[in-house]
């Protein structure tokens, strides 16, 4: 029949008219700011920073300051400048980590890109919707300490991704200090394997000091053997004439 899908819908539309009167279901005007409905879980607004622990967020930021989310970043609204010096992370393990990390939420159109390139879990999206200001440059601009909250938080407004993402830094932190146990097992083993002696082999024990023993000089070459000369024998004088004595006899 023409017309009827039209008689249909204003049918539906007298209907919640009247049923929102008394039928609670069908109250679905909120008097917000005074009720405030509970948001989906997947809703998301801006970044922030996790910490692990909340007494002392600065300390324990999973940001390292790799900066792949500033350099993914579509319209550019993220800058970070990374420390002169590394400090423990929550696990202890030795970090660098952000000096400056801000966000210009007059920039950030809330694409998520951030969250989905960051190799340690360390930016999520936030559910904060009433950031009105007066000043743009100033209270739209998110400075570390702004953008900084604790895990707990994030398991309060996304309860399902922070036991996921928990459970796998868990397992890497676990799988980690295994392996170095096992990489200090493997040293100290190949250190007592060298302080044994082998099999059949005795122990030499300390080498025991050698007495000096003095040089000896170099004795000069001896001079080669030659038979010795004969000497002639002395002919025998004669007594010269005129004078007295007797004459040496011949031989």
């Not at 801000?102 to 998520?112: A, F, L, N, P, Y």
């Not at 980690?176 to 044994?196: L, M, R, T």
Request: include cysteine; glycine fraction near 6%.
């Amino acid at each position: 029949m023409l017309g009827s899908g039209i008689i249909n819908g204003l049918i539906v539309t007298a209907k919640n008219f009247v049923g929102s009167y008394h039928d609670p279901k069908r109250m679905v005007t909120v008097e917000y700011p005074e009720q405030r409905t509970v948001l989906p879980e997947n809703y998301r607004n801006f970044p922030f920073l996790i910490s692990e622990n909340a007494t002392d967020p600065m300390g324990t930021l999973r940001c390292v300051a790799c900066q792949i989310c500033e350099k993914e970043c579509p319209p550019q609204c993220i800058i970070i400048e990374k420390s002169k010096d590394k400090k423990p992370d929550a696990s202890g393990k030795p970090q660098l980590y952000p000096a400056v990390f801000g966000i210009d939420t007059s920039v950030c159109m809330s694409c998520q890109i951030c969250v989905e390139v960051c190799p340690f879990d360390a930016i999520k999206m936030d559910q904060v919707f009433e950031i009105a200001a007066t000043d743009r440059f100033h209270d739209l601009f998110l400075t570390r300490e702004k953008l900084a909250k604790p895990n707990s938080y994030y398991h309060q407004i996304h309860p399902t991704e922070a036991a996921e993402v928990d459970g796998r830094l868990n397992t890497e932190r676990k799988a980690a200090e295994e392996k170095a146990k096992a990489a200090a097992a493997a040293k100290a083993a190949a250190a007592a394997a060298k302080s044994v002696p082998v099999a059949g082999v005795a122990d030499p024990g300390p080498a025991s000091p050698r007495p000096a023993t003095p040089i000896q000089p170099a004795s000069a070459p001896a001079a080669p053997a030659t038979s010795p000369v004969p000497k002639p024998q002395d002919e025998p004088r004669s007594s010269p004439a005129g004078e007295g004595g007797p004459a040496n006899p011949a031989s």
